[in-house]
């Protein structure tokens, strides 16, 4: 079965510096993974995918993933961070469904200080 | 288009309790699910439908029904509540046709069962 693991339950990073925040997956055949993030007391928001491709996908507000294919991860980043990305990130991977039948991840949150 | 819509935003139960949560989308999608979202977990799973008349369990079925009458609608039944119900619950579409189009959430309902 498809999984994924977010080693860190918080991120914390100054403003204007890059961030990173982590994911590792775990699929039987191709991976398609995604980003999601959840501002409080909202739904999530998607923020970008990665089917197949260039391995460095580029995705909404700025942020873009690189997948790994050795490493099996999907890392998140973003070259200069602002106090207003400051929420909650899910990783994804998509079961092999021909449908959004999504695992996620259990979330990272991400503090930006000023 | 308001995208999808969940009722209510806020509900307090007694063990023992049964009621609805109400999810509605009018982007005319085919899939449509059901999340739970606790500490430390992330989202899992609950239920999920391909189009009307067709629906199936996801990861922590139990205690939950659902059915799907309409393209629209997709509630969410908790048959007899208990504690371990507490919970935010997330209702979430997509389009099945373009299978990697993304999920788009409510903004959930906050469940309190005593």
């Known amino acids: 079965a498809q999984s994924v693991a977010q080693p860190e339950d918080q991120v914390n990073v100054a403003e204007g510096n890059p961030l990173t925040v982590k994911c590792t997956y775990s699929?039987?055949?191709?991976?398609?993974l995604f980003w999601y993030v959840q501002y409080p007391n909202r739904g999530l928001q998607f923020l970008l995918k990665?089917?197949?491709?260039?391995?460095l996908v580029k995705g909404s507000y700025g942020f873009e993933a690189e997948f790994n294919k050795s490493q099996t991860s999907f890392h998140l980043k973003k070259p200069s961070a602002l106090v207003s990305d400051s929420a909650l990130y899910f990783c994804?991977?998509?079961?092999?469904?021909?449908?959004?039948?999504?695992?996620f991840g259990t979330g990272t949150r991400l503090l930006v200080s000023p | 288009n308001a995208g999808v819509t969940q009722t209510p935003k806020f509900q307090v139960l007694k063990t023992g309790q049964s009621m609805t949560l109400q999810c509605a989308q009018d982007?005319?999608?085919?899939?449509m699910s059901w999340y739970r979202q606790d500490p430390g977990m992330g989202l899992r799973l609950i239920h999920y439908?391909?189009?009307?008349?067709?629906?199936d369990q996801g990861e922590v079925p139990n205690g939950y029904n659902v059915s799907r009458s309409t393209t629209e609608d997709f509630p969410l039944r908790l048959l007899s509540a208990a504690p371990s119900q507490t919970s935010v619950y997330f209702c979430?579409?997509?389009?099945?046709?373009?299978?990697?189009?993304?999920?788009?959430f409510g903004n959930g309902t906050r469940l309190t069962v005593t």
């Open positions: 979430a579409s997509s389009y099945v046709t373009s299978e990697n189009s993304p999920l788009h």
């Open positions: 699929v039987s055949g191709n991976p398609y």
């Open positions: 990665y089917i197949t491709g260039d391995n």
């Open positions: 994804a991977v998509r079961e092999n469904t021909g449908f959004q039948k999504l695992v």
């Open positions: 982007m005319n999608h085919e899939y």
């Open positions: 439908s391909v189009g009307a008349g067709i629906t």
